[in-house]
């Protein structure tokens, strides 16, 4: 297994309980921040607890979502979320699952044949001007069972808190805007007022961390032939705004994983990862177009909040 994160680790517990005997390689060690909205939706409950390590998660004290707020320059569209979901840093997520693998901490090439790989998202050169990047950093001061997420200027941003009272503040731009801010995060938060108003009574408790460029896709055919397991991002990358990615990566990864230790054709693995993904990519390909756009602010207060969310969702019926 290649890569430590939820796909990863996911896959690592799944084959172990499956029987096989798993090295998990990662190349970071562990507890690390890392960019995330950190928002884990309610499904991952059911498939946290299949992998035994819900009652640990649960020793973290996650902090409690229940409302959802999206915020738009000319509107603003507020919903109960269909079940309350979680805020838990990656800082804890990650290091909770990797705990119960057998992990060698090294960087691993990430082609080996028969082996998953679930190193998150693809890495590439991309042209300068078009690319969009990630950040991220803990606040402190009061929280609130909500999650808004403020969309602006090509611009998302979300606010959620996590575990410990603290809340975390994460985002992605085009690097033109980030460029006008000074490729400073504080400075495209105070730029858009709800945002600026929203943050005006925390306090940042650690440096900004910043990722990208981010590159959206799928790799369900492609890689089919090559005789690897690919789970996670590294499969396929929706939106961050969704909320979905860790499910995707956690449900990938058990596919992934039980698969490798069956020693199935990794035709099947890909078979049922598109049946789950397909929709969600599809949706949220179709929001990223109305936000770039600046139609979803005509368009999304027009969505029912429950369906905005179950549309991101992986399909777990398929
Ligand atoms: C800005 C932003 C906000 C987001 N917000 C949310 C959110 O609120 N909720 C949500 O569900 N999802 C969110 N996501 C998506 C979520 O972060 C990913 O879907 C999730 O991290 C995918 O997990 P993964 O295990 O596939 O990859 P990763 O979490 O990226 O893990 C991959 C691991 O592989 C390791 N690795 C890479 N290459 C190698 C190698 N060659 N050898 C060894 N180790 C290697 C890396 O060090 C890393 O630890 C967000 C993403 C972004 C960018």
Redesign the pocket.
């Known amino acids: 297994m290649?890569?430590?994160?939820?796909?990863?680790?996911?896959a690592a517990i799944a084959a172990q309980q499956a029987g096989a005997a798993v090295t998990l390689?990662?190349?970071?060690r562990?507890p690390?921040h890392?960019?995330?909205?950190?928002?884990?939706?309610p499904e991952?409950e059911p498939v946290l607890r299949d992998l035994g390590v819900w009652d640990e998660l649960m020793v973290r004290q996650p902090h409690r979502l229940k409302r959802l707020v999206l915020h738009f320059p000319r509107s603003t569209k507020r919903a109960g979320l269909p079940e309350p979901a979680w805020g838990l840093s990656?800082h804890a997520l990650?290091h909770l699952l990797i705990g119960g693998v057998h992990c060698v901490v090294?960087?691993?090439?990430?082609d080996t044949p028969g082996a998953v790989i679930?190193?998150?998202?693809r890495i590439e050169r991309q042209p300068a001007g078009s690319r969009q990047f990630?950040?991220?950093a803990h606040f402190t001061g009061p929280s609130t069972d909500t999650i808004e997420l403020f969309f602006f200027d090509g611009c998302?941003v979300?606010v959620?808190g996590v575990e410990q009272g603290r809340t975390?503040v994460?985002?992605?731009g085009p690097e033109d805007t980030l460029r006008r801010a000074g490729f400073q995060p504080d400075g495209l938060l105070a730029s858009f007022p709800p945002l600026r108003d929203r943050i005006a009574p925390l306090s940042r408790a650690m440096d900004w961390l910043t990722?990208?460029p981010?590159i959206y896709g799928q790799r369900l055919d492609a890689q089919a032939r090559a005789g690897v397991y690919l789970?996670?991002?590294?499969?396929s990358?929706?939106d961050?705004?969704?909320?979905?990615?860790?499910?995707?990566?956690l449900l990938?990864?058990v596919s992934a994983g039980r698969a490798a230790a069956a020693g199935e054709d990794p035709r099947a693995h890909y078979g049922r990862c598109s049946g789950m993904l397909r929709r969600a990519y599809l949706v949220s390909s179709l929001f990223r177009f109305a936000i770039r756009t600046g139609a979803a602010d005509l368009l999304l207060p027009l969505v029912p909040g429950r369906a905005l969310v179950s549309w991101t969702r992986p399909d777990r019926s398929r």
């Open positions: 290649i890569g430590g994160g939820p796909a990863g680790s996911a390689y990662e190349q970071s562990f690390r890392k960019v995330c909205g950190e928002y884990l939706s991952v990656r990650d090294r960087e691993r090439a990430a679930a190193a998150g998202r990630g950040f991220k998302y979300g959620n975390n994460c985002g992605l990722t990208g981010l789970a996670g991002d590294a499969l990358f929706v961050p705004y969704t909320g979905s990615g860790m499910l995707s990566a990938s990864g």
